[in-house]
């Protein structure tokens, strides 16, 4: 009856979180659909709640039992701030993380990507990387176009500092014409996103769960 009720709570936090910890010391973190910020959307569409993780990080940094963090990623992107404020937690977080773009890492994705320790990519996956886009109401002066100016700066800022992309790269990326139909930007495969150094290594499961492992005995006392 204990193992049954465990089982039942584990599934509940899989549903809710798209995370679970097991058995193991290494913690498995879900980033899937798009980044929900600060405005709710359509119950029919996949999403991954920031108000959620934000307090998850916290106590997973905090939980001595947790040696590991392995961020599966398959987003469409997002809401940028949301994104990028997870970003910016894992990064600052002393517990090794590793992440795995599975399907696709895309917009605000890459960030969220680079934000791990090590990063790994499966050879059937892409990223998209393109300009900062906002929808709804813009006011068409020259304060509204200075503010996406910044936060793609600082997009831009926080993904070179952590991956090995240069920046004139990062930027061609983002203002590409000849890639996207209907978008200015740049789509790169597993193979290409490594190439470029945005992310560190093709590889799968095995391959992110094995660096995980590594740095985790590495930052052993």
Not at 21 to 26: L, P, R, V
Not at 35 to 46: A, M, N, P, T, W
């Amino acid at each position: 009856m204990e193992k049954e009720e465990k089982g039942t709570e584990k599934t509940a936090e899989i549903c809710e979180l798209g995370a679970a910890k097991g058995e193991s010391d290494i913690f498995c973190l879900s980033i899937i659909g798009e980044i929900e910020g600060h405005g709710v959307l359509d119950s029919s569409r996949k999403t991954t709640k920031y108000e959620h993780l934000l307090p998850l990080l916290f106590s997973l940094e905090e939980d001595e039992s947790v040696k590991g963090i392995l961020i599966l990623l398959n987003t469409l992107g997002g809401d940028v701030e949301a994104g990028l404020a997870l970003a910016e937690v894992i990064a600052s977080m002393k517990t090794p993380s590793v992440s795995l773009v599975l399907g696709g890492g895309h917009s605000i994705g890459v960030p969220l990507a680079t934000a791990a320790r090590r990063s790994f990519i499966v050879p059937s996956a892409t990223m998209t990387v393109h300009p900062v886009r906002t929808g709804g109401l813009v006011l068409a002066v020259p304060q509204s176009f200075d503010y996406l100016a910044r936060m793609q700066d600082r997009i831009v800022r926080f993904v070179t500092a952590h991956s090995r992309v240069k920046e004139e790269e990062f930027r061609r990326m983002m203002m590409a014409t000849e890639t996207l139909a209907n978008d200015i930007g740049t789509l790169l495969e597993g193979e290409d996103a490594v190439s470029c150094g945005l992310i560190d290594e093709v590889g799968g499961l095995s391959e992110a769960i094995a660096a995980l492992r590594t740095m985790t005995k590495r930052d052993l006392p």
